[in-house]
């Protein structure tokens, strides 16, 4: 059974630039979740998505965005990225009514 | 946001020494679970606990979810290189489906 894809895992953008990232989480599971991770800062919770509708929402600017599609791929977008938007972001996945998430690799976004 | 208190904050021992570590909260959880994150790498489910008491090993590990529902602690025995990472608890509280985290602790193990 394949895990949570992250894609891309490495990405460089310029301040100013938009960023949309992608998380196709195990076959069957109908939440996934979005984080970022920064040094020293640990994972910030930024959305939660079950069954297309987003469910929890943590306590990032309007410029961080999400959606999920029918077949629970879902995306994340940065719109007028910062410097300090650099970090790795993480994609879990869930069945939605049990706790466990399980994680991708992340993709790592630095902006210049 | 909220945030679990996870401590030590990072751990340097020899290898074969065990390992205590341990998170708390203000707030009573319904869930503990333990991730251990490599370098560059997502974080990976080491245990879950879903009551009050409950202890479960998986391997060397053994993790607690304690009895007031407000800690849980994490033992890893007899360490080896491999261990190195950054160990997370986190914790789910009432019908609240937002895992809570803590900010991790840095394990490094002296072969």
């Known amino acids: 059974k394949a895990g949570v894809t992250q894609t891309p895992r490495y990405l460089i953008k310029t301040r100013g630039q938009q960023v949309t990232l992608s998380c196709s989480p195990i076959s069957g599971h109908r939440s996934v979740s979005w984080y970022q991770q920064t040094p020293g800062q640990g994972l910030q919770f930024l959305f939660e998505?079950?069954?297309?509708?987003?469910?929890n929402k943590g306590n990032f600017p309007g410029r961080f965005s999400g959606r999920q599609f029918s077949n629970s791929r879902s995306e994340m977008n940065v719109s007028t990225l910062e410097l300090g938007d650099s970090a790795l972001y993480l994609c879990?996945?869930?069945?939605?009514?049990?706790?466990?998430?399980?994680f991708g690799q992340g993709t790592r976004l630095t902006v210049v | 946001g909220q945030q679990l208190n996870q401590s030590p904050q990072s751990m340097f021992i020899q290898e074969g020494e065990d390992v205590s570590m341990n998170c708390t909260s203000s707030?009573?959880?319904?869930?503990w679970l333990w991730y251990k994150q490599d370098p560059g790498e997502g974080p990976v489910l080491l245990i879950a606990l879903y009551k009050a008491g409950e202890l479960t090993s998986n391997g060397r590990l053994t993790a607690q979810f304690g009895i007031t529902r407000k800690d849980s602690f994490l033992n890893i025995s007899a360490s080896i290189p491999s261990d190195v990472g950054i160990y997370f608890c986190a914790g789910l509280a009432g019908n609240n489906r937002k895992l809570i985290w803590g900010l991790g602790t840095s394990l490094a193990v002296n072969p």
């Open positions: 879990a996945s869930s069945g939605g009514f049990e706790t466990e998430a399980f």
């Open positions: 998505y079950f069954s297309e509708t987003q469910r």
């Open positions: 707030s009573i959880f319904n869930t």
